[in-house]
């Protein structure tokens, strides 16, 4: 099958963005068991500084394999990270989506993320441009590989206990 | 008569600093001037700018300055701030360029900051002298590509200033080139709600790592866990280095990364050192090279805002009595395997930055500190740890591992300077 620009089809749209909506409540209740599980083995997770396209070969905030999504999951439940004991609690929406390319059971969709972070009594707003590479799976998807370009991701940060 | 004249009050003879030293707004307007308008403070590394009109934008205390490499390959350090009605110049954060134009009215300036041409100059008249109008240029020094740039022209030369100790620190820092140059990979950056003193004081306070940096340690494998358990091994020390400047030597065996190359490689690196034999690198080349991304076994802190912390460049820029923005500069091999690259950034990202496993539960406890600052203005802040049993050294005492001795280096420093 050639690749399509498949924004028409609305059947599709909705099957990708329930996924991922269903990804972003799962970030904001931090259930990141299930989330883990929506990956593929060899899922990358990452979000780049700048516009790089080398994620291997730059610096990047995080660009995690399956071992380093487990470990990270892991420091945020085991309670020892001060950070995440207790962490920020995180409202956000994904929206925008487009489909931008489709092959064979594999899915790309960009969108657009919003997230308010709370902790402190002060509230920080984050937005990112969001590309899933998403895996037909049964009746659902897996997450093959998802981009989150922060603005300002090569700018003044400060630090995350949340994931986007 | 400065208005802090009592500072025995703010750092006390028996090291106890005063709640006011991170809240004081006035006091930080003191120390812009006094300390960072008047020593060397980093501003880049030579391969952040490596070309013939590469430059970066860069600050010395809370002034925004542009590094350049003119094209006679001479680097320049000059005040971002346009001589005509002081918009700043470039707001590109770094790249090429042939010159400075500003966008207000069009003065033009050349990579050494010299202003070359203005729109209309003959409402000036005559006697307008283009020379006086250049860019405010610092005076500007490297030693083994860290950049430094200082208002004062008094100063002494920057290798007197670091001292020869530092130097030889430096030297063995930057054998983590494994026999390449040192070059900068990239960075993370994140600004901290907490005063500046409070990230000066943490790169060689050793006590606090194992309590902060659980979380990371848990993500070790057994043998690189034991490594960064050099609290309980107590083999290591912190000393003062003179001038405000302080080591932290965590792990001994690895002060000299040319020494003991026939030690087994880290099982950790096995898959690494497979990969460079794989790609034709000699056996002593590969353990050069192994052995150099897991970077120095000390943090060396340059006092006042940047250190070299085991594999990378910890750089502070105050911004506010109560912010402070930080970078984590990762470095690597110029021209050295990719492989060998990769494997570092990999290193960075696991601790470093906004996502790392360790900066964020850093920048947490710094952020409580300036929290807590709030409450119990009375209450002096305790820097005396290992005071009891400090040694001589040769510039100045060295403790236990987990002393504070680095944080009274730089306090005794912060006196000195503020005191004239
Ligand atoms: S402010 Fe720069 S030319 Fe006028
Ligand atoms: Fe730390």
């Known amino acids: 099958m050639t690749a399509t620009k498949a924004t028409n089809d609305l059947a599709l749209l909705q099957k990708v963005s329930a996924f991922i909506w269903n990804e972003a409540a799962l970030l904001d209740a931090k259930d990141y068991d299930a989330w883990l599980d929506l990956w593929t083995d060899d899922g990358m997770y990452t979000l780049p500084i700048g516009d790089t396209e080398d994620f291997d070969n730059a610096v990047n905030l995080c660009h995690d394999n399956a071992k380093m999504r487990r470990d990270r999951v892991g420091r945020f439940q085991r309670g020892f990270a001060i950070s995440s004991a207790p962490p920020a609690e995180t409202v956000r929406t994904v929206s925008r989506f487009v489909i931008t390319r489709v092959e064979g059971d594999e899915v790309t969709v960009e969108s657009a993320e919003h997230l308010i972070e709370d902790k402190f009594g002060r509230q920080r707003v984050w937005a990112g441009n969001v590309t899933h590479r998403l895996v037909a799976d049964g009746d659902s998807f897996r997450i093959d590989a998802k981009i989150v370009r922060l603005l300002n991701s090569d700018g003044m940060l400060n630090s995350f206990s949340y994931l986007f | 008569m400065p208005k802090f004249s009592d500072l025995d009050a703010l750092y006390s003879p028996d090291a106890k600093v005063a709640t006011s030293m991170y809240e004081d707004p006035d006091l930080f ?19 952040e700018v490596p070309d013939k009109g590469s430059f970066k934008l860069s600050h010395v205390g809370l002034e925004p300055v542009i590094v350049a490499r003119d094209r006679k390959g001479v680097l320049h350090v000059m005040v971002n701030r346009c001589r005509h009605r002081a918009a700043t110049v470039c707001e ?4 090429k360029t042939s010159s400075f134009q500003c966008p207000y009215h069009g003065w033009g300036y050349g990579l050494d900051g010299s202003l070359r041409a203005l729109p209309y100059p003959e409402q000036y008249g005559d006697d307008f002298s283009k020379e006086q109008h250049g860019l405010k240029r610092l005076r500007t020094e490297s030693y083994q590509g860290m950049v430094f740039a200082t208002f004062n022209e008094d100063i002494e030369p920057l290798t007197d200033f670091l001292g020869p100790k530092v130097c030889r620190y430096i030297d063995l820092f930057m054998k983590q080139g494994g026999g390449f140059p040192v070059k900068v990979l990239g960075e993370h950056q994140f600004t901290v709600p907490m005063n500046w003193k409070v990230q000066l004081e943490n790169t060689t306070d050793a006590y606090h790592f194992p309590v902060v940096h659980k979380s990371f340690m848990q993500t070790l494998d057994g043998a690189t866990e034991d490594m960064f358990d050099f609290l309980d091994k107590g083999k290591g020390w912190v000393e003062d280095l003179g001038n405000g400047h302080s080591v932290m030597m965590m792990i001994p065996e690895l002060e000299d990364l040319d020494a003991n190359l026939d030690q087994p490689i880290p099982e950790r690196f096995e898959g690494l050192a497979e990969e460079l034999r794989g790609e034709g690198y000699p056996e002593d080349q590969v353990r050069k090279i192994v052995r150099a991304v897991g970077g120095a076994g000390f943090n060396l802190n340059l006092f006042p805002n940047v250190s070299f912390s085991l594999a990378f460049f910890r750089v502070l820029t105050p911004v506010a009595v109560d912010r402070t923005d930080i ?4 470095i690597g091999m110029e021209g050295g395997p990719a492989a060998a690259n990769r494997a570092r950034i990999r290193l960075h990202e696991h601790f470093q930055g906004p996502m790392g496993f360790g900066s964020p539960d850093d920048a947490e406890v ?12 009375d209450l002096p802040i305790l820097v005396n740890r290992g005071i009891v049993d400090e040694e001589p050294g040769e510039l ?7 002393a504070e001795t680095g944080m009274r280096a730089a306090y005794k420093m912060w006196k000195r300077m503020m005191s004239v």
């Open chain 2, 29 to 47: 307007k003191e120390e812009m001037e006094r300390i960072f308008h008047r020593t060397w403070v980093w501003v880049a590394h030579e391969s």
């Open chain 2, 366 to 377: 710094w952020e409580r500190v300036q929290r807590g600052t709030k409450g119990g203005e």
């Open chain 2, 92 to 95: 590109v954060k770094k790249g």
């Open chain 2, 396 to 402: 100045g005492p060295r403790g236990h591992i987990s």
């Open chain 2, 327 to 330: 970078r984590h500069i990762a």
